[in-house]
């Protein structure tokens, strides 16, 4: 059975080793009680380590490498720790999940006053049989459950990986998570001047807006005319100096045929990788898109009253008019699409710019939307508890890791200290 800490913070029967408990590993190591960090400590979730003495804002812990000096902020001191074990109901398949409260208060007041609105939990486990099976307590305390007998309820340093944290960040696409743009260009004859002059200012704005994101972002720069059979597309990035060109790609002068903007719409669409976290598509093209498209994945034509597009809740359409003629299409092409699925952009001298700022904002603000339990299952690791926010989303963080000292090792985990109740079935006072 492994343990991990939940330290208590009772009355020590006198003589009682005080004993320190890591808040995150690896420690900052020092080599006195001043200075810089001299190295990194290795300490384990729940492990207790003698304290050895201390001198102003540090501890010394008898370690099994060796009295090391350790920042006092960065451990937790108790001298008579108290054990929560695993009930009998925690191994049950479909057992209720361990929630959790950032506070005292916030749980004392659901367990007396029953508002679950107002001091809702925040956040829950996924179950995950390579879970903890044991804990130490912080603190233990009982409240009076709507004049039934006392709950009892304890905090615990909930142990989280780094790598669970940045894993669950993903899910959120706010760090290492993908973003897919892809600009579809009209090089027809007639408009191929204004694209070709615009798409390299669009391109240096876009770098401008997002190239410090964390954000993985791919760029595809599809193109088609009027006269071409086919759309085709070039894949890029916005880390290269030099901008992607239309230069190279086949040119039409044929202006009768109707250019095969839908074909090239529903080939973006199809593009989009299933994992993007947001994806911009941008259809730049003039008048004359056609009335019905040959398109594989659509059992019947599309058209432009009826286009058979999906657009999900994570992708931006900017339908942009490449040129000065008012593209009408494009209004009836917005109008068959869902409320609120595709923006028009005018034509105009700050149009590439306008474009760029429309991609980096939608791909920014993109609407809230839901992390499934699937996904969410795939992060548990055994290596302490699967913790996620209730009701997981793309707005709900986790806590971060702590900040270390300049030149000190970062985190492989750390602690989220929360409140839980002890109510002897799945979890009981050992």
């Known amino acids: 059975m492994r343990w991990w800490p939940i330290l208590c913070l009772l009355a020590?029967?006198?003589?009682?080793?005080?004993?320190?408990?890591?808040?995150?590993?690896?420690?900052?190591?020092?080599?006195?009680?001043?200075?810089?960090?001299?190295?990194?400590?290795?300490?384990?979730?729940g492990a207790a380590y003698p304290v050895a003495g201390r001198e102003g804002g540090f501890v010394a812990l008898d370690h099994p490498e060796g009295r090391a000096w350790v920042r006092l902020g960065d451990v937790f001191l108790t001298d008579r720790p108290q054990r929560v074990a695993a009930g009998p109901g925690y191994a049950v398949a479909e057992r209720q999940r361990l929630r959790f409260w950032s506070s005292h208060a916030r749980l004392a007041a659901f367990l007396s006053q029953g508002d679950a609105r107002a001091n809702a939990a925040e956040f829950e486990e996924i179950p995950d049989p390579g879970a903890p099976q044991g804990f130490l307590a912080?603190?233990?305390?009982?409240?009076?459950?709507?004049?039934?007998?006392?709950?009892?309820?304890?905090?615990?340093?909930?142990?989280?990986?780094?790598?669970?944290?940045?894993?669950?960040?993903?899910?959120?696409?706010?760090?290492?998570?993908?973003?897919?743009?892809?600009?579809?260009?009209?090089?027809?004859?007639?408009?191929?001047?204004?694209?070709?002059?615009?798409?390299?200012?669009?391109?240096?704005?876009?770098?401008?807006?997002?190239?410090?994101?964390?954000?993985?972002?791919?760029?595809?720069?599809?193109?088609?005319?009027?006269?071409?059979?086919?759309?085709?597309?070039?894949?890029?990035?916005?880390?290269?100096?030099?901008?992607?060109?239309?230069?190279?790609?086949?040119?039409?002068?044929?202006?009768?045929?109707?250019?095969?903007?839908?074909?090239?719409?529903?080939?973006?669409?199809?593009?989009?990788?299933?994992?993007?976290a947001a994806a911009a598509i941008v259809l730049w093209t003039g008048q004359d898109i056609g009335d019905e498209a040959r398109v594989a994945r659509a059992a019947a034509p599309v058209t432009l009253d009826a286009p058979a597009l999906a657009v999900p809740p994570q992708l931006a359409l900017l339908l942009a008019e490449a040129g000065p003629e008012p593209a009408g299409d494009l209004a009836r092409l917005a109008e068959a699409l869902p409320e609120g699925a595709a923006r028009i952009v005018p034509f105009g001298p700050g149009q590439p710019a306008e474009l760029a700022r429309m991609i980096a904002e939608t791909l920014t603000r993109r609407p809230v939307q839901p992390i499934a339990d699937t996904r969410l299952s795939a992060l548990c690791d055994g290596g302490g508890l699967c913790l996620v926010p209730v009701g997981a989303s793309t707005a709900t963080p986790l806590p971060p890791p702590p900040a270390v000292p300049e030149g000190a090792a970062a985190p492989e985990w750390y602690g989220v200290l929360l409140w839980t109740v002890v109510d002897g079935l799945i979890l009981r006072l050992d």
Request: proline residues 12%; aromatic residues 4%; charged residues 20%.
């Open 12 to 45: 020590a029967p006198l003589g009682a080793e005080e004993m320190a408990f890591a808040k995150f590993g690896p420690l900052p190591r020092y080599a006195e009680p001043a200075g810089r960090p001299e190295g990194a400590l290795p300490v384990e979730p």
């Open 138 to 276: 912080y603190a233990v305390d009982h409240v009076d459950l709507r004049g039934r007998r006392p709950t009892t309820m304890a905090a615990l340093l909930v142990p989280v990986g780094a790598a669970h944290h940045a894993g669950f960040e993903r899910l959120r696409g706010t760090s290492g998570a993908l973003v897919d743009i892809q600009l579809l260009v009209d090089v027809s004859a007639d408009v191929r001047g204004f694209t070709e002059a615009g798409l390299p200012d669009l391109i240096a704005e876009l770098r401008r807006r997002l190239g410090g994101s964390p954000n993985r972002i791919t760029l595809t720069l599809g193109y088609f005319a009027a006269g071409l059979p086919m759309p085709g597309a070039r894949p890029g990035s916005l880390t290269p100096d030099a901008p992607p060109r239309l230069g190279g790609m086949p040119a039409t002068d044929a202006t009768s045929r109707p250019r095969p903007a839908l074909e090239a719409l529903h080939a973006a669409a199809a593009r989009v990788p299933e994992e993007a």
